[in-house]
């Protein structure tokens, strides 16, 4: 139970002789409203209400300009996103790519819906968009996008195809090699493991989620772990991202 008191500041958590206050200007106070926020969202469809400089993004806008940050400290060479969708995610990334001046990404999906790609293709930025149809985990895809790839390349990986604990755990095997080091390969949408009951969802989302997956990799692989991106600017007292991608930053040592 969550009670909010604008007028006395207050976000009230629990009932009775239970409840906690928190003052409405506190860390505490702001992560559980965000949660309350998240999960409203989830369920009008916030995120699908997005466009980034002309195509559909379906992402939260927070996760999008945090991971802006982490692209621009790396400067890659490459970037790397399993899931095209409307191709909103790579305009974006490509347009930072320009602003940058250097870098490119590769988009991979199963199945490229005709209008999108044509969508894609006559953008403005498509010139350093490059689209591979197949599926991520499949041999024969990994081994082409490994193919354009120059070794001495930096390269940020972005995971946001299937989000099955499966799935996410074979493109990281798949795709953490390619990682530079401190670099990432970043398993989008872990926010399914604290949304079961929620419209949309699966009662297994709570174990069979990318950020399970993520732990589940670091575990196996001591090249890498996952490390939470500091903010590079906080003049405020949050420290926490406000996100879809919890523990979502898995970095090569």
Partial sequence: MLHIDLQKGLVIQGEGEMAVEHDIGTPEAF????????RSGWDTKYV?????????????????????EVIFELHPDVIVETGVAHGGSLVFYASLCKAMGMGRVIGVDVQIRPQNREAIERHFLSSLITLVEGDSVAPATVKTVKGMI????????????????????????????????????????????????????????SWN?????????????????????????????????????????VQRR
């Fill in 48 to 68: 699908y209400s997005f466009t980034w400089l002309g195509r559909p993004i379906i992402q939260l806008p927070e996760d999008m300009l945090r991971l802006q």
């Fill in 150 to 205: 120059l070794p001495s390349e930096t390269v940020l990986v972005l995971l946001d195809s299937c989000h099955t604990k499966a799935h996410v755990l074979a493109e990281l095997e798949a795709y953490a090699p390619l990682v530079s080091p401190k670099s990432y390969a970043v398993a989008m949408d872990g926010i399914m493991g604290q949304l079961v009951g929620a419209p949309r969802t699966r009662s297994d989302w």
């Fill in 209 to 249: 989620n990318p950020r399970v997956a993520a732990e589940e990799f670091v575990r196996m692989h001591p090249a890498f772990s996952l490390v939470e991106p500091k903010f590079v600017f906080n003049e405020g007292s949050i420290t926490k991202r406000v996100t879809y991608w919890p523990g979502a930053f």
């Fill in 31 to 38: 992560e559980l409203l965000s949660e309350a926020w998240l």
